[in-house]
């Protein structure tokens, strides 16, 4: 079975501009959560989507944005870039939302904004 | 309010000793979920184990186990004779209930295991 496939793996950006990232789950995964992971703040929590609706979201600006399709597939985007926005952006799938069972995570997209 | 203590930054260990990482967690939930993940030098999360609240039967998977006590509010994580393939950053991370979703990731713990 295929894992979590992110695209692309790298992205360098300049400050004010948007981004999409790409987050395919696990063939049969319904539930999507997207991470930011940065030296200084860790892994942090960016959303869940779960049958294309947005389940929970985490503590970040309105410039962070993301959907979910029909066939599970995510993306996320990010408005008006800012340099501290530079970060390993990772995706997790699961078979249903909530915790009953385990995420699985792809490699992450590294975004580096200039 | 959630979160998941992992008071070890660094741990750097001699090949086949046993090494201990600790984890605590804080959450209001009856039902919580506590997860270890390993990311490797190549970035990728790695799903180690997953424990729900109401199991606490201590695991052992190989070389590795975890001990869960909910009196002190614990989910460690022991590798006994460690390998060098074991470097890593070992993440131990506390999900709540079904309306309270969000994944809440402890910092972190980088071990390195010398040859």
């Known amino acids: 079975k295929a894992g979590v496939t992110q695209t692309p793996r790298y992205l360098i950006k300049t400050r004010g501009q948007q981004v999409t990232l790409s987050c395919s789950p696990i063939s049969g995964h319904r539930s999507v959560s997207w991470y930011q992971q940065t030296p200084g703040q860790g892994l942090q929590f960016l959303f869940e989507y779960f049958s294309e609706t947005q389940r929970n979201k985490g503590n970040f600006p309105g410039r962070f944005s993301g959907r979910q399709f029909s066939n599970s597939r995510s993306e996320m985007n990010v408005s008006t870039l800012e340099l501290g926005d530079s970060a390993l952006y990772l995706c997790?799938?699961?078979?249903?939302?909530?915790?009953?069972?385990?995420?699985?995570f792809g490699p992450g997209t590294r975004l580096t904004v200039t | 309010a959630q979160k998941v203590t992992q008071a070890q930054t660094e741990i750097s260990v001699v090949e086949k000793e046993d090494v201990t990482l600790d984890c605590v967690y804080e959450t209001r939930d009856t039902t919580y979920y506590l997860f270890w993940y390993k990311q490797p030098p190549s970035g990728e999360l790695v799903f180690l184990i997953r424990r729900n609240s109401f199991d606490e039967q201590n695991e052992i998977s190989g070389r590795y186990s975890w001990n869960f006590q909910k009196s002190t509010s614990s989910f460690n994580f022991t590798i006994t004779a460690s390998q060098v393939v074991d470097s890593a950053v070992y993440f131990c991370a506390l999900r709540g209930d079904y309306n309270n979703n969000d994944m809440r990731f402890g910092a972190g713990t980088r071990l390195t295991v010398k040859p």
């Open positions: 997790a799938s699961s078979l249903v939302a909530g915790g009953t069972y385990e995420q699985y």
